[in-house]
């Protein structure tokens, strides 16, 4: 493992209007996915990469709500601080907002509404989190590139160009909302340019990381799930996805007191005080379950 620091940034604002009715009143990020907010997913990515340290950014109105739901992050072995979004202005303005709290460390920024899970993802994660400089990008092959931003690979899978939303896409394979930077990021973001909708591009801090040779892919498999829970079709096709592995394998996916349990970032005593409120849910049978088995 990096001896440099690794902290989280979760970015979760927007306005969520492609969920519009639903998130006229709630953020996207807080909406159900099968049994947990949707918040939890990318938050227990960050957990498994063993990332303890994390920001959350939102809107001035949801932020007091996910202040709410996660707390501090104590009960769960970890340190939550909560970053305002006064306005949506792209991506990469989330290194601006937490240029502070990042501080000496190196970071890792997931999309609130991303989900990933499968065999091999905690691995890739570490491998990811292996590298002191330079940044880690993770593609996934996807049916419809051209809603991406899109990495050319060349013959050794490294990255030969990036492109948002290309017209005649390159290759298959989008750049997931899952991104690895050293501690150069902030100072990257802050000397590129608002692109012509206006917003601080991820594609851009990326492209200046490929042109100082610095860029690394990941490549997610068939082992791999990579949902995006932006329309009300992604979150419902999420949300069945969820329910039908949790119901078939009787585990659940991303368990924020499971992780923090498996990974001693709490103890048994800790995750008991945490079911005690859950007691009379599922979700707090399964997590009782635990601690019952040998």
Request: with cysteine; hydrophobic share 40%; glycine share 10%.
């Amino acid at each position: 493992m990096a001896s440099i620091p690794w902290k989280g940034i979760i970015l979760a604002g927007g306005s969520g209007t492609r969920l519009h009715p639903l998130t006229l009143g709630l953020s996207k990020q807080l909406m159900p996915v099968y049994d947990k907010p949707m918040l939890y997913y990318p938050l227990s990515v960050l957990m498994l990469a063993g990332i303890r340290d994390v920001c959350i950014i939102s809107t001035p109105r949801d932020l007091p709500l996910f202040q709410a739901v996660l707390g501090d992050g104590k009960q769960w072995g970890c340190r939550f601080t909560f970053t305002e979004q006064a306005r949506p202005e792209g991506i990469a303005q989330a290194f601006l907002l937490t240029r502070d709290f990042i501080g000496d460390s190196n970071t890792c920024l997931i999309l609130g509404d991303n989900i990933f899970f499968g065999q091999g993802l905690t691995e890739a994660l570490q491998r990811a989190m292996g590298h002191e400089s330079g940044a880690t990008v993770f593609g996934y092959h996807v049916s419809d590139p051209e809603r991406y931003g899109v990495m050319e690979l060349d013959g050794e899978k490294r990255v030969v160009s990036i492109e948002e939303k290309p017209v005649k896409p390159k290759s298959g394979y989008a750049v997931t909302g899952l991104y690895f930077y050293d501690n150069q990021v902030a100072d990257i973001a802050a000397s590129i340019r608002p692109s012509a909708r206006g917003e601080l591009e991820i594609t851009d801090v990326n492209q200046a990381y490929l042109q100082e040779g610095r860029l690394r892919a990941e490549l997610f498999g068939r082992g791999i799930a990579w949902l995006d829970t932006g329309t009300h079709d992604a979150l419902l096709a999420a949300g069945s996805f969820v329910q039908t592995v949790e119901a078939r394998q009787a585990l659940k996916i991303s368990c924020p007191e499971e992780i923090a349990w498996r990974k001693g970032y709490i103890s048994d005593a800790q995750l008991s005080d945490l079911i005690r409120p859950l007691a009379k849910t599922g979700y707090g049978r399964y997590l009782a379950a635990l601690l019952e088995k040998p």
